[in-house]
């Protein structure tokens, strides 16, 4: 269940205007943790789609297409349980302002369903490393690799993003 909150509240943060970023440090140091725990989420989701495959409503392609995607299901929900639930809660609950340095990653990504004029920032999981709603003179002055500061709502661990600045 804990692993399936990061979606939910992200959403509704992103539906508000706020984002949830992990922080850079905190990416890179449990990215080990959280592969094993998706590798072995995913590896459990499978097992029990195979084993469970009765339940599964539907015709034998459908049900094999439900034990084929599983594991990857699985892997996904469990590295996002493993390195953003945490933060996430903790920001929530003992969040304060702060300031986190991140690093671009790219600047000139087109425009997608629910992320207007995005920036991507380098070493954030996928879904987690974007900022949306940046306006397009500043994306123009921005470079893969210059260095940014987020600022919002979170802990060392993450932030509910609200604004940024470069950083020189």
């Known amino acids: 269940m804990l692993g399936i909150l990061p979606f939910p509240v992200a959403m509704g943060g992103m539906v508000l205007g706020y984002r949830f970023l992990p922080s ?3 990416a890179s140091k449990t990215s080990t943790f959280g592969n094993f725990t998706g590798l072995a989420l995913g590896i459990l989701m499978c097992g029990l789609s195979l084993v469970r495959q009765d339940l599964i ?10 034990v084929l995607f599983s594991p990857l299901f699985g892997f996904v929900l469990g590295r996002n349980a493993a390195l953003v639930a945490g933060p996430m809660v903790l920001a929530l609950v003992a969040g304060h ?3 986190l340095p991140y ?12 992320c207007n004029s995005p920036l991507e920032l380098q070493g954030l999981l996928f879904t987690f490393d974007r ?3 940046v306006p397009d003179e500043i994306r123009k002055s921005l470079r893969p690799g210059m ?3 987020v ?3 979170g802990t060392s661990y993450g932030v509910f993003a609200s604004t940024f600045r470069r950083d020189d």
């Open 131 to 133: 900022l949306c709603g």
């Open 57 to 66: 409503p539907g015709g034998d392609i459908k049900k094999a297409g439900v």
């Open 151 to 153: 600022e919002g709502h």
């Open 103 to 114: 690093t671009i990653a790219r600047a000139n990504r087109p425009n997608e369903r629910h």
């Open 24 to 26: 850079a440090e905190w």
């Open 97 to 99: 302002h702060v300031e």
């Open 147 to 149: 260095h940014i500061v």
